[in-house]
């Protein structure tokens, strides 16, 4: 139980680090290796319970930079949709629930990866809000729909700070909305709180470190690493 709280710990770590850095990514960089660890029915409640409690800090702290237009229209699309797949996280077989994630994974990297830092301009960048409803989906489902948002919020969002705190205030809400499904779907066990609680001191510095390192690494380097990252996990749990 001890090495299990401890792997767990540093996977909420990085995950958050990574998203301290880039506005995105603590749910689908932590799920696949905390699915593992506790089971879907387990892992989302918790890391939907760690990404509120991070995101509210990201939001408090970069609140002069938030765009708040761009934030409630793309919250309120996406919201639309979560209520309608959410009974797939409970009744669906884990296993096909896995597979689905690592296929959600893998395209998003890849068109991550292809499409760069370059955001979408023109008739591409009107037509990439088509992806806010599939967000909705991905996010009702698994609690994280971060690399799909992003197809649409890069063009939006030029300034990396503008887009770090403005995303997280949408992952804030939609979390909350999440919440209140898991609750009332009977998801958040004492179990979940008691590892919530144990994995606090691993987010808070998981954000130290990623608040220091949104100052001086590259957005563009690292979100390449972070791609390759993203391909090889999708695979992982296709195989």
Request: proline share 3%; aromatic share 8%; charged share 10%.
């Amino acid at each position: 139980m001890t090495e299990q709280i401890i792997f767990l710990g540093l996977v909420v770590f990085a995950s958050h680090m990574v998203e301290g850095i880039t506005g995105f990514g603590c749910m689908i960089l932590a799920l696949p290796f905390a699915a593992g660890l506790l089971g879907l029915q387990t892992a989302v409640p918790v890391l939907v319970v760690l990404s509120t409690c991070f995101d509210l800090v990201l939001v408090l702290r970069g609140r002069s930079s938030l765009n708040w237009r761009v934030m409630l229209f793309i919250t309120a699309v996406t919201a639309v949709f979560i209520p309608a797949v959410f009974w797939g996280l409970r009744t669906l077989p884990e296993e096909l629930l896995t597979s689905l994630l690592g296929v959600f994974i893998l395209v998003a990297a890849c068109i991550n990866m292809l499409r760069g830092d370059k955001p979408l301009t023109g008739i591409a960048n009107r037509a990439s809000v088509l992806f806010l409803p599939l967000a909705g989906v991905v996010q009702g489902a698994f609690g994280g729909s971060g690399p799909i948002i992003v197809l649409y919020s890069r063009g939006v969002l030029a300034d990396k700070t503008a887009f770090r705190s403005t995303m997280a205030a949408v992952w804030e809400l939609l979390n909350l909305l999440n919440l209140v499904q898991y609750g009332a779907g009977g998801m958040l066990t004492s179990r979940v709180w008691e590892l919530s609680g144990l994995m606090l001191p691993f987010i808070a510095v998981g954000y130290a470190v990623g608040e220091l390192a949104h100052r001086r690494i590259s957005a563009k380097r690292f979100g390449m690493v972070l791609n390759v990252i993203l391909i090889i996990t999708g695979i992982s749990m296709l195989v």
